[in-house]
């Protein structure tokens, strides 16, 4: 039986960062995938695959709709969606790859199979071979959440996995859950021509974001053609042929019922911690399937760790990410920390959405004292050269110290540039501060100073 320092259940961003941190502090460590790829859901059936197919179709999209006017006339343009579909896969297979090469840089044992405990110390693979390890970390991910009323079969009633793999562009994509991942597969097969239908039983899109970015980004995607159902709740979805229809009932109270071709149920992910025998060793999970651990991420059993979406907080990569890393480094007897309000949330629509920190709703609710200043893209000459004049960025700061308590954006870029807001909240800048420092001109990181000196006594200067 092989022995190591650190042993990883997982091979996702969590779980793969994890290993590499652990090797650089000196661990022989070892990590167990179950599939034959690393990576896991993020870069194999979610973030990346996804990201690829976004800006393919934005191509698609700004070559039918605003090439023109940029003195380009393209005579015709044809989709071809199986070179789609192969050139997604291939950025896939770029990046899974890079993570075999830096598993063998780092010299990390890789073991493919279901892991499982036979106890705290020792771990299966695939019921047959085992490893052990003093330290293990559970690192396993999530899944999409399966509704009881929404069965999927994979062929016609599908989850985000299959929706990147379809053979076809739907003529009317049915989408219950007007979340990040709904959005974004959405407007995917928006831009190649799809009609798209968003269900959601909340009277919003993107609950968890500020109300401002919700509504501009509703407003934006319905004038590129989405339709949306909020507060209308989904009570049985059923496929005939190439048929699926939606049975609900809409915030009157009255029956409603949609159908399409296909049916993506987007309502949110799962801890995916199912197998591991965590019996075997004591551990039990909540309802939806996460860990309890402490505030260095151990478990209720010595020398046992879970991060990601197996623990409870936002399911994102990058939050994985920094969990593997602090987890690497209490290992090694370092105090690492991680500002969990300062982790930003993304939506890669177009245009994108992006925040940190608190919202609007969340400083109401706890009767903060506070200001906001706001500044539009359209007020922006780099927006106007580039035709991408919607959004705004929008500064929460607190009304006596100033202090950014919150930067929230829906525009072009902002993906990139809620990272400005990120660096200046770890360091706790006023938003006089943003105001102070040089932006480049002409530039979207404008907005982000502009609407820091709108929050400070509205001193906005360009409009």
């Known amino acids: 039986m092989s022995k190591y320092d650190v042993a990883i259940i997982g091979s996702g961003p969590g779980g793969y960062v994890a290993a590499i941190r652990c090797a650089q502090l000196g661990f022989k460590t070892a990590i167990i995938e179950k599939y034959a790829v690393l990576g896991g859901t993020c870069l194999n059936v979610g973030c990346i695959p996804s990201k690829a197919l976004l800006d393919s179709s934005e191509h698609y999209y700004k070559m039918q709709h605003e090439f023109a006017e940029h003195g380009i006339n393209v005579a015709s343009a044809k989709i071809d969606f199986t070179q789609m579909i192969n050139r997604k896969a291939s950025v896939v297979s770029q990046t899974t790859a890079g993570i075999d090469f830096l598993m063998k840089k780092n010299k990390i044992d890789v073991f493919t199979g279901m892991g499982s405990f036979v106890d705290k110390n020792t771990i299966s693979i695939n ?47 049915l989408i219950i859950g007007g979340g990040i991942i709904g959005l974004e597969m959405g407007s995917v097969y928006l831009r190649l021509g799809s009609e798209v239908t968003v269900i959601e039983y909340a009277d919003r899109l993107t609950p968890g974001m500020d109300s401002d970015i919700s509504k501009e980004l509703k407003r934006f995607l319905a004038k590129q053609g989405m339709k949306f159902e909020l507060s209308t709740k989904v009570q049985d979805v059923s496929s005939k042929g190439k048929t699926v229809t939606v049975k609900a009932e809409n915030k009157k109270g009255e029956q409603v019922e949609f159908t399409g071709d296909y049916c993506l149920v987007a309502v ?37 760790y879970a991060l990601g979406d197996v623990v409870k907080g936002a399911m994102l990569a990058h939050k994985a990410e920094e969990e593997g890393v602090f987890v690497a480094e209490v290992l090694a007897g370092q105090k690492p920390h991680i500002h969990y309000n300062l982790i930003p949330g993304v939506c890669y629509t177009w245009p994108e959405a992006a925040g940190v920190g608190a919202t609007e709703e969340e400083l109401k609710a706890a009767k903060a004292e506070y200001k906001v200043g706001k500044f539009p893209f359209k007020a922006l000459g780099r927006a106007r050269a580039s035709m991408d004049t919607d959004g705004f960025v929008k500064i929460l700061a607190d009304k006596t110290t100033d202090e950014i308590l919150g930067v929230h954006i829906v525009g072009a870029r902002a993906a990139d540039l809620i990272m400005e807001a990120v660096v200046a909240m770890e360091y706790r800048a006023s938003a006089e501060d943003v105001c102070r420092m040089s932006h480049p001109h002409p530039t979207y990181s404008e907005a982000f100073k502009e609407a820091c000196l709108a929050a400070t006594a509205d001193r906005a200067m360009h409009v």
């Open 127 to 173: 019921g047959k071979d085992q490893i052990s390890a003093d330290k293990i970390i559970i690192a396993t991910g999530s899944k999409p959440v399966n509704l009881p009323f929404a069965k999927v079969d994979k062929k016609r009633i599908i989850t985000s996995t299959e929706a990147l793999e379809l053979k076809e562009i739907p003529k009317h994509l």
């Open 268 to 304: 949110g992910r799962k801890a995916y911690t199912e197998g591991l025998g965590l019996e075997n060793i004591g551990l039990t999970t909540d309802d939806r399937g996460r860990i309890e651990t402490d505030g260095q991420l151990q478990t209720k059993i010595p020398g046992i």
